[in-house]
């Protein structure tokens, strides 16, 4: 029986065959050059056209987008009878002019009633399960690069595992049980084809803790979900290990004698640590329970910086920070909202017509509307995950660059952002110290201290967190090299090859 490890991450995913002496990485996105990783995220879409709205639809659409523009009316109405001074109030003078523009425009209201019409059928009518039923799947870059061309045809689920701990109903597990399972099903294929015989057994890896507060409730859900894909996609033996524990068995391969190490593997959405007793002569046993001396694990990962630093040098740049007329700040909650890429509920009430109205009020009672017009752009024209994903890409560059300038032109043209490792630094520093109190306590809990610690995930290229861990925490310990990206897969081929 053929068995393989699966790193189901949360940016990305990996597959690996051990044969006892060497390891395999399965090639999984063909777009890429290097193709042993997949980006996680899943585009479910409707490839054709959806078919568009009756007229009696369109119609009261219409209605309803004059009622709200009438509303919007009113309230300038009574921001020019309260201005203070006649500037002002030619100020509101020029928005009610424009607003009865729009009113009368019924070409324009048309199309913009159609087009909200099968954003709503596309997205926040349609139900996930129903999506994942009917749809079509685009996985790794060709469904992203799909999602970023025709985001109204479907629903990019950034990453699938982030939901896996959450509270979901008994749909909406249904739907993630059928997304998961496809991608599975895709990766058995995969290996079933380089290598040549079917494969039946699967370690899948899991991170200590799923979800951020849901603790063994989530763990539990999780691993449920997990276990129905995974047969749903076709294997016959499925087993878990956690994420620290399979990089540990990697660089166990490599050791001379037997050493107690450190292992901090810092991931797209979890950061997983374990100290571990770790030996050439035990490394073919199944069952190493008793050398895994401590294990700590929380939601801490790169998507976490992706937000922080994008609330810390974007979100200014689209009106964070300005005040109102009546001199209250403009709600913070706008930008957490808008990176809510993880958490469907919140992201369809960002991407609501209800939103984008509030967004458009403040808008009229905001000294430099032009900012928040950039905010106005991301909401209307669903760009969240694409914004997060440039920061992202900027986030890693600065891990060899002091500087960058961020293109942000799909917003706005000629809109760039200037970002340096110092504000890197300065976003990152909460989350560095909740990282560092979770080594903290993996120490604290371990009844051996370490001789060598090795920092694995993705997040372990940036010399920050690097810096922050060795010059304030690690000092002294003898660091083990490291493969960023690929040591808890190819620990999980191990643990696959002993069953
Ligand atoms: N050069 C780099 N510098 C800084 N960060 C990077 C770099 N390359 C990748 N990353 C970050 O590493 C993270 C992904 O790491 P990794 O592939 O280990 O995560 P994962 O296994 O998918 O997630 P998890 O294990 O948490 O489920 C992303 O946040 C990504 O932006
Ligand atoms: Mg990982």
Known sequence: MTAIGIDYGTSNSEVVYFDGATHRHIKLDPSLEQGNKIRSSVFIYFEDELPPPPD???EAKVSQLQRLINEQIDKAKQGYYDAKDPKEQSRYSNRIESLRGEYHNRPALQRKAIQQLMHAMSLEEIPLLRLVEHGKFAFGEEGFKRFLKMPDKGRLIYSPKNFLGASLDGDQKKAFIGIIAKQLAYFK????????????????GRPVKFHGTRGEVGNTQAIQIMTEAASNAGFSKINFLDEP??????IEQTLPRDTTALI????GGTTDICCINLSPERNNQLDRKQDVLSVTGRRLGGMDCDKSLLLKVVAPEMGMGLKMINGLPIPPTYYSDMCAVDNIPALTRFFSDDYGLEIS??????KH?????????VQENKLSARVVNS???????LSSKDKITLPLHYIEDDFDVNISTEDLKSALKPWLSKVKALVVECLEKSSAAPEVVMVTGGMSLSPIIIDALYEELLTGLPRLENDAFNSVCEGLAIQAFKF
Do not use: N
């Open 361 to 366: 009020q403040t808008m009229s009672v905001t």
């Open 189 to 204: 294929q995969c290996a079933e084809t380089q290598l040549e015989k079917p494969v039946s057994s699967v370690v899948i």
């Open 245 to 250: 524990i399979a990089a540990a068995y990697k």
């Open 56 to 58: 009696a639809m369109v």
């Open 391 to 397: 920061v992202r890409m900027a986030k890693e560059l």
């Open 369 to 377: 509307p032009e900012q928040l017009e950039r905010l106005l752009l």
């Open 264 to 267: 901090v593997d810092i991931g």
